[in-house]
């Protein structure tokens, strides 16, 4: 689990084939859009109870009717119609998915907003925030049942290329897929932190006869040099 914590994503294939890397949420962005919506339902339920309060007793029925939307009812069907954004998500870009990176549907939707209840244990999120905190991709528990994940949305990556380095000769012969490994870790090794740079560089130590950073500049001199780059 050590490579999805360093670098805060998930990394799926979908059943057509395509790979996909999912920039997941942490607590705190969920915290946040989490205390938005709250906000939102509590002024919601303030102006609703206004009128139904002046009807008198016949309001008891709408109005419990009302909270019952709004605190239940109200997230599943923003996440499911709304592309898996509630306000508060949405203000923060953040968007509920299935974790397979397909859009949530209305049992995932169901099932993790009923699982509040259990994350909310023993008081104020607390068993929520704890697994979130414990877990590579964020998830609280009503996430894992209904197999979820919140993402950071639109959250786009820069354009693929390989690093300034000197282009140099690998010193083995490398077999195509070899060669094609390389230059994929090359233009995608900007995007991730050092240490998972310097970690993934190092499987190659036993041909480049370099560890560390030295072993992440050595590969990025050789996918130019594949590439037919100079610099």
Known sequence: MRAPILDTSRDVITP??????LPAAGPMPRALAWLIDFALRLALLFAGSLPLGAIGRGGVGPYLILLFSL?????IAFEVLWR???PGKRALGLRVISANGAPVGWMPAITRNLLRVVDMLP??????LLVSFGDPWGRRIGDMVA?????????SLPPASTPPAEAIAAPV???PHEQA???AFAERAPRLTAARQVELAELASPWLGVRGQTAVQRLYGIANGLLGRRR
Do not use: C
Not at 71 to 75: Q, R, V
Not at 147 to 155: A, E, F, I, N, Y
């Open 173 to 175: 012969v490398l077999l």
């Open 123 to 128: 008081f104020g999120y607390a068993l929520g």
């Open 181 to 183: 490994a390389l230059v």
């Open 71 to 75: 605190f239940w009812l109200y997230p």
């Open 84 to 86: 898996g954004r509630t």
């Open 16 to 21: 057509e084939g395509v790979a996909l890397r």
């Open 147 to 155: 197999g979820t994940l919140v993402v950071h949305d639109g959250r």
